[in-house]
């Protein structure tokens, strides 16, 4: 396997530290005051739909983005992905600010899972030396209190946050670590490592998922033939997708 870390990222670019600062600082307060003026979020704060995280997260992507489009930073902002001359047809971002990922996520704070993605797709990245930094917009809603917080924060450098779901493979942020959490666990870590933990984290999914199949059935105690024929149509489609048989 090529040391990813030895090779110049020929895709997305890194953000200095002194663009980090902007992000963390700037951003949040450019995103809230845009946002807390604009008739359409106020609906979707009020909103009392269980699902609204989902079904509103193309309009705040659109706030967000337009909110950064407006300030003095917008002009680093761009929404075509190149790499290596050509445009990403599927980017693994809503956004670029100076050719930095950033991907807009909303959550109302007391539901579910929010999808932070596929992990596969971020993992074939990583191989292919093209991102080594993965921005998260988090725009979050407490329904009780109406308040609205936004923060960002690099995915790679807190993959302690993240769960993944073996079924189709999406990052899932894990909300009680991520609101009670170290920040930034996983920072130290080269981008080779980070590959690593991706992968193991994306294996152990897999396996848990089979052990699961393998104990709902309970006719068979291993993947031999005629185990696996008695297992249910649903089951032997996502044992043959996971173990590749």
Same mark, same amino acid.
């Given at each position: ?12 670019? /890194?953000?200095?530290? %002194?663009?980090? *600062?902007?992000?963390?600082? +700037? ?8 946002? &807390? ?8 704060? @009020? ?7 989902? =079904?509103?997260? #193309? @309009? ?8 950064? @489009? ?9 929404? +075509?992905? !190149? ?15 100076? #050719? $930095? ?5 909303? %959550?109302?704070? +007391? ?6 993605? =596929? ?9 292919? #030396?093209?991102? =080594?930094q993965y921005y998260i917009i988090y725009v979050m809603v407490d329904k009780d209190t109406k308040k609205v917080q936004v923060r960002i924060f690099d995915l790679l450098d807190n993959l302690n946050f993240i769960r993944i779901d073996a079924g189709p493979g999406q990052m899932m942020l894990d909300l009680k670590k991520f ?12 981008? &080779? ?12 999914? /897999?396996?848990?998922?089979?052990? !699961?199949?393998?104990?709902?059935? @309970? ?6 033939? $005629? ?8 089951? *032997?489609?996502?044992?043959? +997708?996971?173990?590749?048989?």
């Open positions: 396997m090529k040391n990813i870390n030895a090779l110049p990222i020929r895709g997305f670019k /890194n953000l200095n530290q %002194t663009d980090i *600062k902007i992000i963390k600082r +700037e951003f949040p307060r450019i995103i809230l005051r845009y946002i &807390h003026k604009n008739s359409d979020f106020q609906k979707i704060v @009020k909103s009392k739909t269980k699902e609204a995280g989902q =079904s509103y997260a #193309n @309009k705040v992507e659109e706030l967000v983005i337009q909110a950064l @489009k407006n300030s003095i930073y917008g002009r680093y902002l761009s929404q +075509e992905p !190149h790499i290596n001359g050509k445009v990403q047809k599927r980017p693994q971002a809503d956004t670029l600010w100076k #050719n $930095a990922p950033f991907n807009v996520k909303l %959550t109302f704070m +007391e539901y579910g899972s929010p999808n932070m993605g =596929s992990a596969k797709r971020l993992i074939k990245k990583l191989r292919e #030396n093209i991102i =080594s609101y009670t959490g170290p920040i930034n666990q996983t920072k130290r870590l080269s981008l &080779h490592e980070k590959m690593i933990l991706l992968i193991k984290m994306k294996q152990a999914a /897999n396996n848990s998922k089979i052990i !699961h199949l393998q104990k709902e059935n @309970k006719s068979y105690k291993r993947l031999d033939d $005629a185990g696996f024929k008695k297992c249910s149509r649903t089951a *032997k489609k996502v044992i043959c +997708e996971l173990s590749m048989c």
